[in-house]
C-alpha cells in the first residue's frame, strides 16, 4: 500500500461514517432512515436555505405552448428563490387529458442541457449529437404518456443562475466557481440543484392534469447526482433513474469519481453514495452505467444498496 492508499484508507474509513447503513443499526432501516435523512439535508445545505428562504412564495411563468408531433411544449420560468429563475421546458401529450404521471429530467454538464431533453436544438449538429447520445429524455418520456419537464440545472446551465470563473481561480470551470461561492455561504451546489427540483415538484404536482402519485425523475451525469440526492430528500418521486452516475463517492485509489461541484464537503462522516440511494428505498431505483464503467468501481456499491 502506498503512502497516499494508506492516509486514504485511514481518512476515509467506514468506522468514521456515522451513518453508514449495516444490518446490525441499531433499531434496523427505520431508525437509521429517521436519523440519516435529516442530516443529509442539513449536509447538502438544504436546512439553511430553508431558513434563509421560508418568506419566499415560489411564482411561475408559463409562455405559449407550441404543437409539436404528438404533444404541446412550452417554455416556463419558475422562481425558486429572489431573482433566481429557473427555465424548464414543458411538454403535455396531445393524444388524451390525464391525468398523467409526471417526470422530471434534471441535466448535468451541458450548458444547453434542457434544451437538449426537450429535443430543442441550436443547430443540426447539435441534434445529431444529442440523438445519437439519447438525451431527448424528456420528449422520450412525453412519447410514453408522462408529462414531461426539463429543467435547466443550477450552476451547470447559460440559463440558470451561471457564476462564471471570471478571474480563472478555478481552472476555468464554471461550474466550480458556482459551488465555492455556493459553500461560503453554507449552501453546497448539489443542495441548491435539489431545492430547486423540489420547488418545480411543488409547483407540478398540483397541476390538475398530474397524477401527484408517479413522479419519475431521471437525469444523466451531473443530472444523475441531482435525481440521486433529490429522490433521498424528497419521498414524493417514486422513481428515481440515474444515469452514468451511480459508484462510490471516493475509490481506495484516490479517484473521486464526480465533479467537484457535485461534492458535499462532510459527506464521507456521514456515509457514502449507496446510503444516500439506500433512502430512496422502498421505492424504485435504477442505476444506469456505462459499458466502459470499472465493475470493480460499482460491485459493492451496488451490494450495499
Not at 21 to 43: D, E, H, M, Q
Not at 53 to 79: A, D, F, N
Not at 263 to 280: F, H, M, Q, S, T
Request: net charge negative; with cysteine.
Amino acid at each position: 500500500m502506498t503512502t497516499s492508499e494508506s492516509y486514504l484508507a485511514n481518512l476515509y474509513a467506514e468506522d468514521y461514517q456515522s451513518h453508514s447503513f449495516r444490518p446490525t443499526y441499531p433499531g434496523g432501516y427505520n431508525n437509521w432512515f429517521a436519523s440519516a435523512k435529516p442530516l443529509l439535508s442539513r449536509l447538502l445545505g438544504l436546512d439553511n436555505m430553508a431558513s434563509e428562504l421560508e418568506k419566499h412564495q415560489p411564482t411561475v411563468e408559463l409562455k405559449k405552448p407550441e404543437q409539436q408531433s404528438g404533444y404541446t411544449r412550452q417554455v416556463g420560468y419558475i422562481e425558486t428563490e429572489p431573482n433566481i429563475r429557473l427555465p424548464f421546458w414543458l411538454l403535455r401529450p396531445l393524444d388524451c387529458c390525464g391525468p398523467f404521471p409526471l417526470a422530471i429530467t434534471p441535466h448535468g454538464h451541458d450548458q444547453n442541457g434542457h434544451d437538449s431533453y426537450a429535443g430543442v436544438y441550436q443547430d443540426s449538429d447539435h441534434r445529431r449529437q444529442s440523438l445519437a447520445m439519447d438525451r431527448d429524455v424528456a420528449v422520450q418520456a412525453v412519447q410514453n404518456g408522462f408529462l414531461s419537464i426539463a429543467p435547466a440545472s443550477r450552476g451547470l446551465s447559460f440559463a440558470s443562475n451561471y457564476v462564471p470563473d471570471t478571474y480563472d481561480r478555478h481552472g476555468n470551470r464554471d461550474c466550480r466557481s458556482h459551488f465555492m461561492h455556493a459553500i461560503l455561504a453554507g449552501r453546497t451546489a448539489v443542495g441548491e440543484r435539489v431545492w430547486d427540483m423540489m420547488r418545480l415538484i411543488d409547483w407540478a404536482s398540483n397541476l390538475p392534469e398530474v397524477k401527484s402519485d408517479s413522479l419519475l425523475m431521471m437525469g444523466n451525469s451531473g443530472g444523475g447526482v441531482i435525481t440521486m440526492y433529490t429522490a433521498a430528500c424528497d419521498e414524493r418521486i417514486s422513481t428515481a433513474v440515474a444515469s452514468c452516475s451511480f459508484s462510490v463517492i471516493a475509490s481506495k485509489q484516490g479517484r473521486i469519481f464526480h465533479c467537484d461541484c457535485c461534492a458535499i464537503p462532510g459527506i464521507l462522516r456521514w456515509g457514502e453514495l449507496y446510503d444516500v440511494c439506500g433512502l430512496i428505498a422502498p421505492r424504485r431505483f435504477l442505476a444506469v452505467n456505462g459499458i466502459k464503467d470499472q465493475p470493480s468501481d460499482n460491485k459493492n456499491p451496488l451490494v450495499q444498496v
